[in-house]
């Protein structure tokens, strides 16, 4: 089933925005992992993560342009200038991507 997508509070994962934003949100699950399997409001099975995390692997793998890109921007989002996408940037596209109810629900 397609679900639709609509914009609605900005969160702040990060602090970047100062603590005037009342949105900051603080870590709940000790990992990605955790969060996408284990989450009450829609989680998916441990070996759909498995393979999310295997594509996200190869993709990084395979590709010298993932490989190269890097950050431009000096502590963006807590990532500093020249450092390279990981596998957890590319997993998190994959999640979102290939896992459309997830998405919905997260995204």
Do not use: R
Not at 28 to 43: F, G, L, P, Q
Request: glycine fraction near 6%; charged fraction near 20%.
């Amino acid at each position: 089933k397609q679900h639709g997508y609509i914009f609605g509070t900005k969160y702040d994962y990060w602090g970047t925005y100062g603590a005037s934003m009342s949105t900051v949100q603080k870590c709940k699950y000790d990992s990605i992992k955790m969060e996408v399997t284990c989450n009450s409001i829609y989680s998916i099975p441990i070996d759909a993560f498995d393979e999310a995390y295997k594509k996200a692997n190869e993709l990084i793998q395979a590709s010298e342009v993932l490989k190269s890109i890097q950050s431009t921007q000096e502590n963006l989002y807590k990532i500093q200038a020249g450092e390279k996408l990981t596998i957890g940037h590319i997993l998190a596209l994959v999640l979102y991507s290939d896992y459309d109810t997830l998405s919905y629900h997260f995204g």
